[in-house]
T-cell receptor
């Protein structure tokens, strides 16, 4: 049981380049999330997917797009990277329903945009 | 809307000292409360949780009690170790909502 996996672990981009961060979970969870973590800012939600086939904006969606490819996979795309997108990106998943469930996090992708 | 407030860090302690990290919350309903821990270079992982008032969550020597009257969920440990050095996040989640609310995190540094 790998839990939540993310690729790549590290990435350096030049301004204007594009890339896709991959995330997969093997826990059969309905909901998946993308966060960014910056010093002093805590975690900020970029996009989430409550269930397969749906996606919604979080707190800081500008400059990003997402795809919920299937129940297991949820990717985050930067179309034209900017230095302000230098951050650590975490994917998470959880069960969903009437009860509140904990989230399971991946190990993160450390992205630097120069 | 919902919010979580944690004490600012870093909290610096010597090994075997007593730890308290304060967490208070505001919520419209009856949330579940969580503490997550993030070790250096890793993602967050659940440390403990409590789902209703007066519940006590515990794990790895850490404890937190859901206090509805004071809207608090303070994290405590009787004797910290160097290996407890990490960032600790308090969070809440309400039933029927897909989006949890996280505090900003409190860094704990434990010296030998």
């Amino acid at each position: 049981n790998a839990g939540v996996t993310q690729t790549p672990k590290f990435q350096v981009l030049k301004t204007g380049q594009s890339m896709t961060l991959q995330c997969a979970q093997d826990m059969n969870h309905n909901s998946m999330y993308w966060y960014r973590q910056d010093p002093g800012m805590g975690l900020r939600l970029i996009y989430y997917s409550a269930s397969e086939g749906t996606t919604d904006k979080g707190e800081v969606p500008n400059g990003y797009n997402v795809s919920r490819l299937n129940k297991r996979e949820f990717s985050l795309r930067l179309e034209s990277a900017a230095p302000s997108q230098t951050s650590v990106y975490f994917c998470a998943s959880s069960e969903s329903g009437s009860e509140p469930y904990e989230q399971y996090f991946g190990p993160g992708t450390r992205l630097t945009v120069t | 809307g919902d919010s979580v407030t944690q004490m600012e860090g870093p909290v610096t302690l010597s090994e075997e000292a007593f730890l308290t990290i304060n967490c208070t919350y505001t919520a419209t309903g009856y949330p579940s409360l969580f503490w997550y821990v993030q070790y250096p270079g890793e993602g967050l992982q659940l440390l403990l949780k409590a789902t209703k008032a007066d519940d006590k969550g515990s794990n790895k020597g850490f404890e937190a009690t859901y206090r509805k009257e004071t809207t608090s969920f303070h994290l405590e440990k009787g004797s910290v170790q160097v290996s407890d050095s990490a960032v600790y996040f308090c969070a809440l989640s309400e039933g029927g909502s897909y989006i949890p609310t996280f505090g900003r995190g409190t860094s704990l540094i434990v010296h030998p």
